[in-house]
């Protein structure tokens, strides 16, 4: 297991949050996800050894653009 961290703009209320997640847990080898609103950030955990674009595309299709905290 792996785990990434996420800066993901447009956030807003606790309803953004449920949508985010929705869309992390949607994707495969995802197992884990926490998302932090006031932060703006997530925290996944799982089998991402095909990479992480996945993730970035599925928040980016919901209207949450997000990148990889490095």
Known sequence: METINLSIT???CG???KHVE???RGVAGVA???V?????AARVVGDFSKG???????LDEEGYP???KK
């Open 10 to 12: 447009g956030m807003t």
């Open 15 to 17: 309803n953004c949050v």
């Open 22 to 24: 929705k869309a992390l």
């Open 32 to 34: 884990e996800v926490e």
């Open 36 to 40: 932090d609103l006031a932060a703006g």
């Open 52 to 58: 992480t674009a996945s993730i970035i595309e599925v």
């Open 66 to 68: 997000a990148q990889v």
